[in-house]
C-alpha cells in the first residue's frame, strides 16, 4: 500500500482537517470518518506537531493559506471558532 501525502500529511489526516474546518467537533469527525473521537484526537495531534500549530483556529488558516479551503467558505466557521477561543478565554 501507498501512502500519499500532500502538504506532509496523509490522506485521513487531511480528511480530518477537512471535518475540522467545517466546523465539526471531534465526536462529529468521528461519526464522519468512522473512528472513535479517541482517534479523531490522535490525528489532530499528529496533525499540529506536523504542521507545528496548537489551536484549530491556526489550523484553520493553514488550509485556507494553501487553498484547501476558499475564506468565503468558511467564513462562518473561523468566527464560529474565534468566538469559541475567546470565550473560554473569559471563563
Not at 482517534?39 to 496533525?47: D, G, I, K, Y
Not at 468566538?83 to 471563563?91: F, K, V, Y
Amino acid at each position: 500500500m501507498v501512502v500519499r501525502y500532500v502538504h506532509g500529511l496523509t490522506k485521513r489526516e487531511l480528511e480530518a482537517v477537512g471535518h475540522v474546518c467545517r466546523g465539526l467537533c471531534n465526536k462529529e469527525v468521528a461519526w464522519e470518518m468512522h473512528i472513535s473521537p479517541h482517534t479523531v484526537r490522535c490525528t489532530l495531534v499528529n496533525v499540529y506537531a506536523k504542521l507545528n500549530i496548537h489551536t484549530r483556529y491556526e489550523l484553520l488558516m493553514w488550509a485556507i493559506d494553501r487553498g484547501l479551503f476558499k475564506r468565503k467558505e468558511l467564513e462562518a466557521v473561523e468566527q464560529q471558532i474565534f468566538d469559541g477561543a475567546m470565550s473560554a478565554r473569559l471563563q
